[in-house]
T-cell receptor, first 110, second 114 residues
Framework: GESVGLHLPTLSVQEGDNSIINCAYSNSASDYFIWYKQESGKGPQFIIDIRSNMDKRQGQRVTVLLNKTVKHLSLQIAATQPGDSAVYFCAEGRGGKLIFGQGTELSVKP | DAGVIQSPRHEVTEMGQEVTLRCKPISGHDYLFWYRQTMMRGLELLIYFNNNVPIDDSGMPEDRFSAKMPNASFSTLKIQPSEPRDSAVYFC????????????FGSGTRLTVV
């Protein structure tokens, strides 16, 4: 069936380093993609989104890259901080519906 | 805006009992979603509404689950009868048409069925 999946379930980085979280998707009909951050005991929080007609979008310390040729999405976090420790989900949206991947846990070592 | 409000935050119930989860979406949002999160299956979309009308309930596990949205400011997810395998965190989210960044999640209801 259709799915949005992540390459790595866990990622450990040193504080101050850059982090890259990857995501693969299978449905080329998706209209947009969103990255969410989920901290323990909380609901997912919006980080950044990108429409299917774009290949890059930047926010504050975050960049999302979309490669439609290989159906790949990535989230880059610059100068990773301890507060960035969380589970990160990519999600694809189509027809108003949002489908989530399994998530990657990011751990930031001080 | 107070965001998406869910109640209760925690629910512990015995197998066979009826459970009702509640959600108040952000005012003005025209989409409402119910998700279930478990370690094994991640975030699963159960059902979603557009302008109070159910659009896709293909994610609802079985007939024991039902969801309603009687008006634009309130939705319920009911499980009757509940089973231990229903234990999970249930999230409600709302959004505005065409604005992916508007998707906003509530804090979730942690359901434990014993």
């Amino acid at each position: 069936g259709e799915s949005v999946g992540l390459h790595l379930p866990t990622l450990s980085v040193q504080e101050g380093d850059n982090s890259i979280i990857n995501c693969a998707y299978s449905n080329s009909a998706s209209d947009y993609f969103i990255w969410y951050k989920q901290e323990s005991g909380k609901g997912p929080q919006f980080i950044i989104d990108i429409r299917s007609n774009m290949d890059k979008r930047q926010g504050q310390r975050v960049t999302v890259l979309l490669n439609k040729t290989v159906k790949h999405l990535s989230l880059q976090i610059a100068a990773t901080q301890p507060g960035d420790s969380a589970v990160y989900f990519c999600a694809e949206g189509r027809g108003g519906k949002l489908i989530f991947g399994q998530g990657t846990e990011l751990s930031v070592k001080p | 805006d107070a965001g998406v409000i869910q109640s209760p935050r925690h629910e512990v119930t015995e197998m066979g009992q009826e459970v009702t989860l509640r959600c108040k979406p952000i005012s003005g949002h025209d989409y409402l979603f119910w998700y279930r999160q478990t370690m094994m299956r991640g975030l699963e979309l159960l059902i979603y509404f557009n302008n109070n009308v159910p659009i896709d309930d293909s994610g609802m596990p079985e007939d024991r689950f039902s969801a309603k949205m009687p008006n634009a400011s309130f939705s319920t997810l009911k499980i009757q009868p509940s089973e231990p395998r229903d234990s999970a965190v249930y999230f409600c989210a709302s959004s505005l048409t065409g604005q992916g960044k508007s998707y906003t999640f509530g804090s979730g209801t942690r359901l434990t069925v014993v």
